[in-house]
């Protein structure tokens, strides 16, 4: 059987790869708790300091098996406990643990995004997009909402105007219009997608990562807090940084003029 979604570790990067092409890598039932494990378990990894998502062929991920489902054995079927409300725990779907887990996320959009999976992409950190990518937000074309915190996400990205023109008019955007949106961070040739995607995540691995998933747990903070809150829980986040070997390394690798060597520790 092949497996739906790959993940492998490379250096300080891990890599996960959607991995349905015949069917535009939309998410099965059974890839959505394996989607949140993997994340779950990059987490965890001392040795991983950012994630890499992307999608095998010419998609990203075009949202849920909506065929799956029409067969009677994917998601919102009697089996998947989804239906009808369910007793889903969504604390643990995806998205909640893409938002919760502290190492760095960055999407290679190297295809289309639609559905549940535009907001997977949503909820990474950065996301670098192929020139053929699309972003698609046809929810109220197909008589659904962002069902997987796209409402949450989007005006966060570029506010609540161009969040309401993109979902009320469903519009779908190419990467370039992304790009200007400000809902990607760049666009690359298809042919340099995953290369610079690593790059990336490899010059995130490449500063302290105590510090790196503290000003991640910041950024999340301050969605909810005020600015006298939020300089408090920033304060006492730093305490402990100050303790750590890699603060000391950082301070002699700028005196010393050399790249630092961060053990995450």
């Known amino acids: 059987m092949v497996d739906e979604l790959l993940y492998e570790v490379d250096g300080h990067v891990a890599v996960l790869t959607f991995n349905r092409p015949e069917r535009m890598n939309t998410i099965s ?11 779950l378990e990059a987490d ?8 890499v998502i992307t999608g095998a062929g010419r998609a990203w991920c075009a949202g849920l ?7 009677g054995k994917g998601i919102g079927s009697e089996s998947s406990g ?8 969504l604390r643990n779907a995806p998205p909640v643990v893409l938002h919760q ?13 639609a559905g549940y999976g535009l907001d997977l992409a949503l909820g990474c950190d950065l ?20 069902e997987s ?16 023109d993109l979902l009320f008019r469903a519009r779908t955007v190419t990467a370039e219009e992304a790009l200007a949106l400000g809902l990607v961070n760049e666009v690359v040739e298809a042919d340099k997608l995953m290369a610079q995607a690593l790059t990336v995540a490899g010059e995130i691995a490449a500063t302290a990562p105590l510090a790196v998933r503290a000003i991640k747990r910041m950024l999340r903070y301050g969605d909810s807090e ?40």
């Open 65 to 71: 098996d909506v065929a799956e489902s029409a067969e």
């Open 226 to 265: 005020n600015l006298e809150d939020h300089v408090q829980r920033q304060f006492l986040a730093l305490l402990p940084l100050f303790r750590t070997r890699d603060f000391g390394e950082g301070l002699r690798s700028f005196l010393e003029k050399r790249p630092a060597d961060f053990e995450g520790r």
């Open 44 to 51: 965890a990894d001392r040795n991983v300091r950012a994630i």
């Open 127 to 146: 996301r670098i997009a192929a020139p053929k990518a699309k972003l698609s937000f046809a929810y109220a074309a197909r008589g659904v909402l962002p």
């Open 101 to 113: 887990i502290d190492t760095p996320t960055v999407a290679a959009l190297n295809g289309g995004a």
């Open 82 to 89: 989804l239906s009808n409300g369910g007793d889903f725990d």
């Open 149 to 164: 915190g796209g409402t949450w996400l989007l005006p966060r990205l570029v506010g609540a105007a161009q969040a309401a």
């Open 29 to 39: 039932h059974t890839m959505l708790a394996a989607l949140s494990e993997r994340l």
